[in-house]
C-alpha cells in the first residue's frame, strides 16, 4: 500500500476496500454511535479517530488479524470492551487503564490503543506483554491504528502468497 501522497480517508478507503475483496474470513456488522459512546464511557477512554472509523465501518473483523470492536457480531472474545475490561482486572499484570486492548498477538499478548498519548486524534499502537510486570513500558508498534491495520493487512497479503 502505498501512502505517502494519501490522505488518511484515502488510506482507510483502500485498506476497507482490501479488507472485502481479499479477505475470506467474515468482517463484523457496522457499531453505531451510540455503541461507540457508551464504550469509550465505560471504559474511560477516547477512541482514536483511525479506530471509530473502523467501528463505524466495520465493527470487529477476523482478517487480517481478530480485531476487537462493537456492534451486532461482537461478543466475549472479539468484544473490546469486554477484552479489555477482562485484561484489566482479572489477568495478571493487569492492564494498565489506558490501553485498549483491539487484538491477540496468539501467545497471551495484545496489541492496544495507548490513548494516554492522544495527538491529533489519533494515538499509537502498543504491545501489551502479560510475561511483564504491571509497569512496564508496551513496546511501540504503530503510530496509528491505522498504520498498524495496514501493516498487518500487507503482511498478511504476503504470508498468503506464500
Sequence with gaps: MERNHMSKAERFLLASDLMRRVGEEPLGGAASESEISAAESELRVRFPESYVVFLREFGTASWPDYIYGLGPTAQGGTD???????ERSNMYPPMSRYLVAVSP??????YCLDTAVMSDSECPVVMWDHEQLPDQVPELVAQTFLDWLEARINRRIRSDAN
Design 80 to 86: 473490546v470492551i469486554y477484552m479489555t475490561t477482562s
Design 105 to 110: 498477538d496468539g501467545w497471551g499478548n495484545h
